[in-house]
């Protein structure tokens, strides 16, 4: 079974349009991130749920929107896509916030055309 | 603020070789340290992790310790494989900071018969 999935896998789009990416995690964890890997491989936080309550939001432009409609799902939202946004797109979860090692997904591929 | 540093890649070795990938970090707090790998079109995949100073990780063969007096976690292995070949990253989270992961650019292995 896996633990953190994520859909979908590969995604080519049109600049300006909007897409979703959605994530689901059967670990019961409490915590969920979404983290942005750019084309040379480097790996940082976007967004992160604890119990549906947003913690951290690191300076993501406001077309990016995640939902979180229980503890165990964190979709992201994308608004407008523009080139720039083609990267992967990881889903995480955790037990909680105390320091617990984080599970990743396997990765949504974006390509905006 | 956090951050890792870790060797600029691509590192190429012969199978049966030793390796070494050097990460130092900073960070204010006492952080967990962590090992992910990523194969090649894959998601990222824990490889080792450790807690506290002088903690050794170690999982496949591959180890890293904890060394909070030189702020480094390199990661080693005795004998590579060609399966080995892949981008390894060494991270960070702190406690303080919502179990942010802090990640290095990456170092890719390739490993050649």
């Known amino acids: 079974d896996t633990a953190v999935s994520q859909t979908p896998k590969y995604l080519v789009t049109q600049m300006g349009n909007d897409k979703s990416i959605k994530c689901e995690q059967n670990?019961?964890?409490?915590?969920m991130y979404w983290y942005k890997q750019d084309s040379k491989k480097f790996l940082k936080i976007m967004f992160s749920?604890?119990?549906?309550?947003?913690?951290i939001n690191e300076t993501v432009p406001n077309r990016f929107s995640p939902k979180s409609p229980d503890k165990a799902h964190l979709n992201l939202h994308i608004n407008s896509l523009e080139l720039g946004d083609s990267a992967v797109y990881f889903c995480?979860?955790?037990?909680?916030?105390?320091?617990?090692?984080?599970?990743f997904g396997e990765g949504s591929w974006l390509t905006v055309v | 603020g956090d951050s890792v540093t870790q060797m600029e890649g691509p590192v190429t070795l012969s199978e049966e070789a030793f390796l070494t990938i050097n990460c130092t970090y900073t960070?204010?707090?006492?952080?967990?340290l962590f090992w992910y790998v990523q194969y090649p079109g894959e998601g990222l995949q824990l490889l080792l992790k450790?807690?506290?100073?002088?903690d050794k990780g170690s999982n496949k063969g591959f180890e890293a310790t904890y060394r909070k007096e030189t702020t480094s976690f390199h990661l080693e292995k005795g004998s590579v494989q060609v399966s080995d070949s892949a981008v390894y990253f060494c991270?960070?989270?702190?406690?303080?900071?919502?179990?942010?992961?802090?990640f290095g650019t990456g170092t890719q292995l390739k490993v050649e018969l």
């Open positions: 995480a979860s955790s037990q909680d916030l105390g320091g617990n090692t984080i599970y």
């Open positions: 960070a204010t707090g006492y952080p967990s």
């Open positions: 749920y604890n119990n549906k309550e947003l913690i």
């Open positions: 670990l019961g964890h409490d915590t």
């Open positions: 450790a807690t506290k100073a002088d």
């Open positions: 991270a960070l989270s702190d406690r303080g900071g919502g179990n942010k992961l802090t």
